[in-house]
């Protein structure tokens, strides 16, 4: 019989984290997946069911530790500061993303850790790349603090694959869309604050304009390729890196989108500095290499994620 895997998720009380523990237990067993956090306190539907572990990823003897009294073998490494806050903090950005997962890298060589998986994002590309339709090798010359974490932990991720074979796996998120966890400092956190505005408020308020257009992904197809990408043949895989996305939209066409089920909802627009991070982003993405490579192919579009999201967010709240 094949073995189970046994896998730890740093940084699992974030937006993803905190679905993507439950995702992960109910495939692999509750006892199998170790969640870990450090400042933010963990939901209690993760408390529950299964075993959890304070960890700091900047604490390089602990890693190696919780990876040998666990019996780690598989890594998701999804701790990571976002572009809005790390344009307010830069430098913990730097320490945290970068020195994290230096560090996740280096216990996970040492220790013959199966797979890694390490979300890169949209924020690797900048200005100079194209805008539309962008392709997974183009101009990588990001200009938020966040971007530049990006592009060097792809690189070293790459490095770590090529030197010492360490199989690290990596995909490039879009904006995150969901309903359980709120997103913390990101540029793309708009799309969700809206849908908790519109149920409670039937306003909103967004920070960036109107037609500002941004790849992003509703969080069933987000954690369909944490495990599509994990479990994918490696023969198949011709690149550590991949580019993913679910849906483009612009900020006037998800709230009109909104609208349609609720419509009293309005809107106003006032830009913050989060518009020129925004700005610097693409529009839409080439993720044919993911489609052709590991079968990925999300599954909601705007109308669906909408939809979806308003039935989830008006029971709860
Ligand atoms: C952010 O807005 O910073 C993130 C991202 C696109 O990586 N959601």
Not at 13 to 20: D, M, R, V
Not at 178 to 201: H, Q, R
Not at 236 to 241: E, T
Request: with cysteine.
């Amino acid at each position: 019989m094949k073995k189970m895997r046994r896998i730890l998720v740093i940084g699992a009380a974030g937006q993803i984290g905190s679905e993507l523990v439950p995702f992960l237990r109910n495939k692999y067993g509750n006892d199998n997946v170790i969640a870990t956090g450090r400042k933010t306190p963990l939901p209690d539907a993760i408390k529950k069911f299964g075993p959890v572990i304070y960890l700091d990823a900047l604490e390089k003897n602990t890693l190696s530790k919780v990876f040998y009294e666990y019996e780690i073998d598989t890594i998701f490494h999804m701790a990571s500061i976002l572009s809005a806050t790390g344009e307010k903090m830069p430098q913990t950005a730097w320490d945290i993303n970068m020195n994290g997962l230096i560090n996740v890298l280096e216990a996970s060589r040492k220790y013959s850790i199966k797979n890694v998986i390490w979300p890169s994002s949209i924020a690797a590309f900048g200005p100079t790349t194209p805008r539309d339709n962008t392709p997974n090798t183009t101009v990588l010359e990001p200009t938020t603090m966040y971007g530049i974490t990006k592009v060097a932990g792809e690189l070293l991720a790459e490095y770590y694959y090529k030197k010492y074979g360490l199989d690290v796996r990596s995909m490039r998120l879009p904006g995150i869309i969901s309903s359980e966890t709120l997103p913390g400092g990101g540029t793309t956190d708009y799309a969700v604050e809206i849908f908790y505005e519109a149920i409670k408020n039937k306003k909103y308020t967004c920070f960036l304009k109107e037609d500002t257009v941004l790849p992003m992904m509703y969080m069933p197809d987000c954690l369909k390729c944490m495990i599509d990408i994990l479990e994918a043949d490696d023969s198949k895989l011709k690149r550590r890196v991949y580019n993913l996305t679910g849906t483009s939209f612009s900020a006037g066409e998800i709230a009109a989108e909104i609208k349609k089920h609720i419509p009293e909802f309005t809107i106003e627009y006032k830009p913050d500095f989060r518009q020129a991070i925004a700005d610097s982003w693409p529009k839409t993405i080439d993720d044919s290499f993911a489609r052709e490579e590991w079968g990925w192919n999300p599954e909601y579009d705007l109308k669906a994620m909408t939809k979806s999201m308003i039935a989830i967010l008006s029971k709860r709240l």
